[in-house]
RNA sequence: GCCUCAUUAGCUCAGUCGGUUAGAGCGGCGGACUGUUAAUCCGUAGGUCCAAGGUUCAAGUCCUUGAUGAGGCGCCA
């Protein structure tokens, strides 16, 4: 007989057939009741057992987390909770769960612990929500550029350009670490290594994707980036996915608006196909919230926060306008902030991009034209404004509530002598990136595009304070485990 | 990397001003009940108080150092 799965059975109720299920056991009550799980479904199976017909040595194996399937009759639910039921004719346990030993218990248990227990924390229901939730959110995003023409690309994970500033890199070698290789001239014989030359993990595979963008049009990337960054927040991983569109012939208006209708459409996805997942978060969120303290209550609820940023707009603004904002704010006139907005010119501190986000405008904020000095040096220089101290770029950061920096992103430098100029005055060797400067040499044209952390992604639709449970086996500073 | 806080039973936590035998809820185990919904009821076991050193007649409690965890900051997606 061919197993069906809890999700489908509950969806089609195909009342008084035979069915066979298998799970683990979420609970075990009164020496009768069976609550299924198969993950297919954030919903458990109630399954009954004639218990004075059972065998004890059957019984007593079922214990919570323990595998088993279930062979019997789908009925009409006599009891309330549930509109049907397996009336179970034969147990078979695959697999025991010994309680004393199994970590995970019945109860709420902290993220902390189980973070402790990853391989063990796909079981629980706020896992196994986030787990789902995470795939449909990816699945979103290919499904949103696919429908638009983007074309997916692989970029390289390793490489040998260091070159992009994006933060410390992941060295990959292959020399012997206990006798490494030198040159006469005591440095590091690369030349010796598996690739002939000095190689590290990817921060970013924007360069590569700018291309493709030059031939293929749409394009993006969805992949793993490392970051060898010793940071400890609840939004660093050392070991992270990011998607990264590129599009021809587009400038930073576009950017945006690609953004925008991006973060729209995939969390308008989850909360068409996750319904159920997220009303365990949600729940979950408001249990948490009672332990608070009434004025650090937040004033939405998990979906009504999702909703909010589908039906509203985000905000655009410049650096030099949201500077202006920062000056003549209250918190910074009452000397509330810890650092005082200066002026022009530096790069603003999370607790004012916080101020922006959550308080003065309460939704999604654009960033754009930021000091040509703090950002990257592929990002195309803006023309002098009235107005305007220094130079900008066009460059554009999302900054959502909760999270900070969800989308980096800027219209490139297509002009050949202004981005070697620029590559000069930041001592970016121009031999070492002449694949890039190709490019511009050859059929250049204005384009743009963006980073979307994932994770971050999954932290604002899931709720999850610490990205560090939104991705199955986090990696960060002293932590490598599973 | 910096700052703050924490570490007590399997889990979540309480432990007063340093005082004699370290507690609760949940979970586990045993039993009762048998249409339950994190079932309920009765009983029961369970402790290297993070580690090392120090102060003291006396340390879970105070001090020092370290480890681990959390939160904030920086780096950024």
């Given amino acids: 007989m061919r197993r069906t799965k809890i999700a489908e059975l509950l969806r089609t109720e195909p009342i008084d057939t035979e069915v066979l299920v298998k799970g683990w056991v979420k609970a075990f009550r009164n020496n009768q009741f069976i609550a299924l799980n198969d993950g297919s479904t954030p919903h458990n199976l109630q399954v009954v057992l004639d218990f004075e017909n059972t065998d004890p040595a059957v019984t007593d194996r079922i214990k919570?987390?323990?595998?088993?399937?279930?062979?019997?009759?789908?009925v009409e639910s006599q009891g309330k909770g549930q509109k049907v039921e397996v009336k179970a004719s034969e147990i078979i346990i695959y697999g025991d769960c010994n309680p004393e030993e199994f970590p995970l218990q019945p109860k709420r248990q902290s993220p902390e612990f189980l973070r402790e227990h990853a391989h063990l924390r796909f079981r629980t229901n706020t896992f196994a929500a986030v787990f789902r939730i995470r795939h449909a959110l990816a699945y979103a995003i290919h499904k949103f550029f696919n429908d638009k023409?983007?074309?997916?690309?692989?970029?390289?994970?390793?490489?040998?350009?260091?070159?992009?500033?994006?933060?410390?890199?992941?060295?990959?070698?292959?020399?012997?670490?206990?006798?490494?290789?030198?040159?006469?001239s005591d440095e590091i014989d690369f030349s010796q290594d598996f690739f002939g030359r000095a190689t590290n993990l990817t921060v970013s595979g924007q360069l590569e994707a700018e291309l493709a963008a030059l031939a293929l049009g749409e394009v993006y990337t969805f992949g793993p980036t490392f970051r060898a960054e010793n940071s400890n927040t609840t939004r660093?991983?050392?070991?992270?996915?990011?998607?990264?569109?590129?599009?021809?012939?587009a400038d930073l208006d576009d950017n945006m608006s690609l953004a925008e209708e991006m973060l729209q459409y995939v969390i308008r996805y989850a909360l068409e196909h996750c319904a159920d997942d997220l009303k365990i978060?949600?729940?979950?969120?408001?249990?948490?919230?009672?332990?608070?303290?009434?004025?650090?209550?937040?004033?939405?609820?998990?979906?009504?926060?999702?909703?909010?940023?589908?039906?509203?707009?985000?905000?655009?603004?410049?650096?030099?306008?949201?500077?202006?904002?920062?000056?003549?704010?209250?918190?910074?006139?009452?000397g509330k902030f810890q650092f005082p907005v200066e002026g022009w010119g530096t790069d603003l501190q999370s607790e004012h991009e916080r101020y922006l986000v959550e308080k003065h405008f309460k939704k999604p904020v654009i960033l754009t034209n930021y000091p040509a000095a703090i950002k990257a040096f592929?990002?195309?220089?803006?023309?002098?404004?009235?107005?305007?101290?220094?130079?900008?770029?066009?460059?554009?950061?999302?900054?959502?509530?909760?999270?900070?920096?969800?989308?980096?992103?800027?219209?490139?430098?297509?002009?050949?002598?202004?981005?070697?100029?620029?590559?000069?005055?930041?001592?970016?060797?121009?031999?070492?990136?002449?694949?890039?400067?190709?490019?511009?040499?050859?059929?250049?044209?204005?384009?743009?595009?963006?980073?979307?952390?994932?994770?971050?992604?999954?932290?604002?639709?899931?709720?999850?304070?610490?990205?560090?449970?939104?991705?199955?086996?986090?990696?960060?500073?002293?932590?490598?485990?599973f």
């Fill in 64 to 74: 919570f987390g323990a595998a088993i399937g279930a062979r019997g009759q789908l």
């Fill in 236 to 249: 660093h991983l050392a070991e992270f996915w990011m998607i990264e569109p590129e599009v021809a012939f």
């Fill in 281 to 334: 978060l949600e729940d979950r969120l408001i249990e948490e919230e009672k332990t608070k303290p009434q004025d650090q209550r937040s004033e939405m609820s998990l979906t009504e926060k999702l909703r909010f940023v589908i039906d509203n707009q985000f905000v655009r603004l410049t650096y030099t306008e949201a500077i202006d904002i920062l000056k003549n704010s209250s918190p910074n006139k009452k």
């Fill in 149 to 184: 023409g983007f074309y997916h690309q692989h970029t390289p994970i390793i490489t040998a350009s260091d070159a992009e500033g994006a933060g410390e890199m992941f060295q990959v070698t292959t020399l012997p670490l206990h006798k490494i290789p030198r040159t006469e």
């Fill in 378 to 481: 592929y990002m195309r220089q803006d023309e002098a404004k009235e107005g305007v101290p220094g130079p900008t770029v066009a460059a554009m950061d999302i900054l959502f509530p909760g999270i900070g920096e969800i989308v980096g992103g800027s219209q490139r430098e297509e002009r050949l002598e202004k981005l070697q100029a620029r590559m000069k005055e930041m001592h970016i060797p121009e031999k070492e990136l002449y694949w890039y400067l190709d490019t511009r040499r050859f059929g250049s044209c204005p384009h743009a595009g963006f980073g979307l952390g994932f994770e971050r992604l999954v932290q604002f639709v899931t709720g999850m304070t610490n990205i560090r449970d939104v991705i199955a086996f986090p990696r960060y500073p002293g932590n490598a485990e």
